[in-house]
């Protein structure tokens, strides 16, 4: 929906809820339906941002609001804008080192998993359940069946789940060898979360 002046409005008493109390001005409805005031949707943002939250959402049905709805139906000035952008992005952040964090510690005490289809000269291949994508960092889980091989549903780049290379450069070493163990042998545990590399 495109936003321009008319849709700005008065409201008729009870037609909307509204996160306008104790402000007297023209309302807005937003895309959700509920209607607000510019001050009362600066304020209410300002307070999502100081909670820590990356997200805009209506304070009545918790529908997301996009950063361009905010910022055209509570006409923040070019301070509110650069206000409002740095504090979301420090936000986003530190909730993404936070879910790195906990990332980390699941790489470090998941269970180990045995690779039923994968034979070393010892039997059964083991190696930790849970691998970070050596791309993205996304946490892949694998069940022990089939190839040592999986595929990550977040950069969709396949890798070996043992040596823990792209697949392509696995096989490159140890042709054919989707179901036995790398020469290199099964990499420890991760200690880091590789960042997204984009090949």
């Known amino acids: 929906m495109k936003w321009t002046v008319s849709s700005w409005f008065k409201q008729e008493a009870g037609q909307w809820p509204v996160l306008c109390v104790g402000f007297k001005s023209l309302r807005a409805k937003m895309s959700c339906g509920h209607a607000v005031t510019p001050m009362s949707l600066t304020e209410h943002c300002r307070r999502l941002l100081d909670q820590r939250q990356s997200r805009f959402v209506?304070?009545?049905?918790?529908?997301?609001?996009?950063?361009?709805?905010?910022r055209k139906m509570a006409l923040l000035t070019p301070e509110e804008v650069k206000e409002f952008e740095d504090k979301k992005l420090r936000n986003a952040a530190k909730r993404s080192l936070s879910i790195r964090?906990?990332?980390?510690?699941?790489?470090?005490?998941?269970?180990?998993?045995?690779?039923?289809?994968?034979?070393?000269?010892?039997?059964?291949?083991?190696?930790p359940s849970t691998r970070a994508c050596p791309t993205c960092g996304l946490l892949v889980r694998h069940d022990g069946t089939r190839c040592k091989n999986v595929g990550c549903t977040q950069c969709k780049v396949q890798f070996c789940f043992v040596c823990l290379r792209i697949s392509t450069e696995c096989?490159?070493?140890?042709?054919?060898?989707?179901?036995?163990?790398?020469?290199t042998g099964v990499a420890p545990r991760q200690t880091s979360i590789p960042a997204w590399q984009r090949r």
């Not at 906990?102 to 000269?121: W, Y």
């Not at 096989?171 to 020469?183: A, G, H, I, T, Y």
């Open 101 to 127: 964090e906990g990332s980390l510690e699941v790489l470090q005490t998941c269970p180990e998993v045995v690779l039923d289809g994968v034979k070393d000269a010892e039997g059964p291949l083991k190696c």
């Open 171 to 183: 096989q490159k070493l140890n042709p054919e060898s989707w179901f036995r163990v790398c020469s």
């Open 58 to 70: 209506c304070g009545v049905c918790d529908a997301d609001w996009s950063f361009q709805e905010v």
